[in-house]
């Protein structure tokens, strides 16, 4: 059975920093893009930033180059976001999804596997 568990969100200070985990059971990781995305209420959900299955690294937030850092250790199966100088904006719950396929998309309807969410919150 494939499940999708994120960790590692919390409550951080403006300028802080957190480690998001995506982890991965039930196949092999290593034929999967992964794509990480937020959402706010009341807006959709949007994609930030994907890491393919031979970790090609896209951007999707103009926001996030030079702030956010992702990576993959498929030994494992899991998934990590750095999240860097962390902005009250950023606050959002991350979820992280799964597609198995060679190359990323900052499209919703194109992973077919997703985590619960785990919520980031940036305030003083």
């Known amino acids: 059975q494939v499940q999708v568990v994120e960790s590692g969100g919390g409550l951080v200070e403006p300028g802080g920093s957190l480690r998001l985990s995506c982890a991965a059971s039930g196949f092999p990781l290593d034929y999967f893009a992964v794509g990480w995305f937020r959402q706010v209420p009341g807006k959709e959900r949007e994609g930030i930033i994907c890491?393919?299955?031979?970790?090609?690294?896209?951007y999707y937030e103009d926001s996030v180059p030079g702030r956010f850092t992702i990576s993959r250790d498929d030994a494992k199966k899991t998934v990590y976001l750095q999240l860097n100088s962390l902005k009250p904006e950023d606050t959002a719950v991350y979820y992280c999804?799964?597609?198995?396929?060679?190359?990323?998309?900052?499209?919703?309807?194109?992973?077919?596997?997703w985590g619960q969410g785990t919520q980031v919150t940036v305030s003083s």
């Open positions: 999804a799964l597609a198995r396929k060679y190359y990323c998309s900052p499209y919703v309807d194109y992973y077919a596997y």
């Open positions: 890491i393919s299955s031979n970790e090609g690294i896209t």
